[in-house]
């Protein structure tokens, strides 16, 4: 079946994760900690990043939760905020991340768009967040929807913020395809009933992607030789 509209996740699929999200990462537990040592060591296990290599673990729960989950985490160690002050300056943060997108996304959009495909990107990220790095990409306005964690639709892997992409593009489900990085997409587009993508350009391997994706591609570049194919 012809697929008419495509959904990405942002991290790990439009942007490749580590690129963006090591160095961030860094700094963020060094800001929060305040110079205490134990409080940083205990939010980088909390988060599995590991502060020898400067790196998130494959395991780590910022790779696929939401941004209130990775703010909940993290909340016992950053006695100096709320909760809720935490999870806005985690997306504030996040917005001023150094991005290192997986392809030239322009481009590649823009070839999406031209065979008339309809487009959206729906993160775990804060709305805001997705918003303004993909403003800072130069691309935020070739996506017909754009939807974080809060922006009331839910996060994946449920599949209603996926619907509620249909609903606002004028999309069916079958006719789109979500394409992300972990498995949160796409059991969340299994749950939507849509095509899965899987891309490599996150922290998850081939072998774990396969058995819950229509195809796995290196990077979301390849997915228009996959349409012709």
């Not at 800001?31 to 060591?41: I, P």
């Not at 504030?92 to 590649?108: G, I, K, Y």
């Not at 993508?197 to 796995?216: N, Q």
Request: aromatic residues 6%; hydrophobic residues 50%; negative net charge.
């Amino acid at each position: 079946m012809p697929v008419d509209a495509f959904l990405f996740d942002k991290d790990g699929t439009l942007f490749d994760f580590a690129a963006t999200w090591n160095g961030w990462a860094a700094d963020l537990l060094e800001t929060l900690s305040q110079g205490d040592v134990s409080a940083k060591e205990a939010m980088a296990e909390v988060i599995s990043y590991d502060l020898e290599r400067a790196a998130f673990n494959p395991d780590s729960l910022v790779i696929a939760c939401s941004n209130d989950e990775v703010a909940a985490a993290l909340a016992p160690y950053v006695t100096h905020m709320s909760l809720a002050e935490l999870t806005d300056y985690l997306a504030v943060s996040a917005s001023d991340a150094e991005l290192a997108p997986a392809v030239p996304l322009a481009d590649f959009l823009d070839s999406l768009l031209a065979r008339g495909k309809v487009l959206g990107v729906m993160t775990n990220d804060a709305e805001v967040s997705a918003k303004s790095q993909l403003q800072r990409a130069g691309v935020l306005d070739r996506f017909a929807f754009v939807a974080g964690c809060d922006s009331g639709h839910g996060a994946k892997p449920d599949p209603d913020p996926l619907l509620a992409f249909c609903k606002a593009a004028g999309v069916t489900p079958e006719r789109t395809a979500m394409v992300g990085d972990s498995l949160h997409d796409l059991e969340a587009g299994a749950a939507a009933g849509m095509r899965r993508i899987g891309v490599l350009t996150g922290m998850a391997l081939r072998e774990e992607l396969t058995p819950h994706a229509d195809v796995v591609l290196p990077d979301i570049g390849h997915i228009p030789a996959w349409i012709d194919s």
